[in-house]
């Protein structure tokens, strides 16, 4: 096995979420910080937590991710420590640097858990972080980022498989009668021309879709926020669901491509709203999961940081 590289580390780099309901309105107020929206809506999705138990699965996600990239990069000789760090829960940024700091730790290659980059997804996290290090005094650290994976096989493979256990829940002879719908969070339009985000996540329904030959497809947006006023992506998922021709399909399978785990805003707005509707419409239901700790996403993971460290 190689030794410990030396004064090297890796750092899983994330929204966060709350873990209890106690937790609900300062991790919303973070989330929200400098953004004007009304107390009705902020209130609204509070009552989104109370639905789910409280609880966002995020955070214990995120560590179960690490705890199976650690047992991978063994694998592969390389000991390291792996750092944690969310923009809006804890442990923060800061407190992942400041851990760093005191190993003497001198480069770290980050992984932010964001398959689509955007400003809001990608970019700002490195601002936090760079934040992070000033507020700490770690500003000797030097972060690197591990490339794009929106059309990896290893991730295309890991949805797709996800997808597939969700294929053979369903009658054979309703397969043909079954719509797929792809869905990413939806962002301000002008945001994504900027980073070419819609275009990232029509590869990646495209290369999903072309491995399982699926014919009968659509992709959507989700969970949209902000100022009702502004263009965000479209179209939604409800409109899409709302669409659907329900004399040729009776059923509508979900995949919600662009996240990487089962956060609360894929669990509420997918499996509780959009449930409540596919039901009222006489629609059968099925999501398929996220990629979570699939072991050819860990694989893609530790692929891309073992390159970036080499």
């Known amino acids: 096995m190689k030794p410990l590289l030396d004064k090297k580390a890796v750092m899983l780099i994330g929204f966060g979420g709350p873990e209890a309901m106690d937790q609900v309105r300062p ?63 804890t442990p923060s940024n800061a407190d992942a640097l400041s851990q760093m700091k005191a190993l003497g730790i001198k480069q770290v290659v980050g992984f932010v858990l964001a398959s689509l980059r955007s400003h809001a997804s990608f970019e700002k996290y490195i601002e936090r972080i760079e934040e992070a290090k ?44 079954t719509f797929f719908i792809f ?12 980073s070419g985000y819609d275009k990232q996540f029509e590869k990646t329904t495209e290369c999903i879709v072309k491995k399982l030959n699926l014919s009968s497809w659509s992709v959507a947006y989700q969970s949209r926020s902000g100022n009702p006023a502004d263009p965000w992506l479209e179209p939604s998922v409800e409109k899409t669901i709302q669409e659907i021709d329900r004399d040729k399909f009776k059923n509508v399978v979900l995949v919600s491509a662009g996240f990487l785990c089962d956060n609360v805003e894929v669990i509420f707005d997918l499996d509780y709203e959009c449930r409540r509707l596919c039901e009222s419409l006489g629609l059968g239901y099925f999501r398929a999961k996220t990629v979570t700790d699939h072991p050819k996403f860990i694989h893609l993971v530790a692929d891309l940081l073992t390159k970036s460290l080499s």
């Open 27 to 89: 991790f919303l107020e973070s989330v929200l910080k400098g953004v004007r929206i009304p107390q009705a809506r902020f209130e609204e999705v509070v009552h989104h937590y109370e639905i789910v138990g409280g609880v966002s699965p995020y955070n214990a996600i995120t560590y179960t991710q690490k705890e199976a990239l650690g047992k991978e990069l063994l694998v592969r000789g390389l000991e390291l420590p792996i750092f944690v760090g969310f923009r809006h829960s």
């Open 134 to 177: 000033k507020e700490v005094g770690a500003e000797e650290i030097t972060f690197s980022y591990t490339a794009p994976f929106h059309e990896h096989p290893l991730f295309i493979e890991a949805q797709a498989d996800e997808v597939t256990q969700v294929i053979q829940k369903i009658n054979p002879s309703e397969l043909d009668k």
């Open 183 to 194: 869905s990413a969070h939806s962002i301000p339009v002008g945001m994504a021309k900027e």
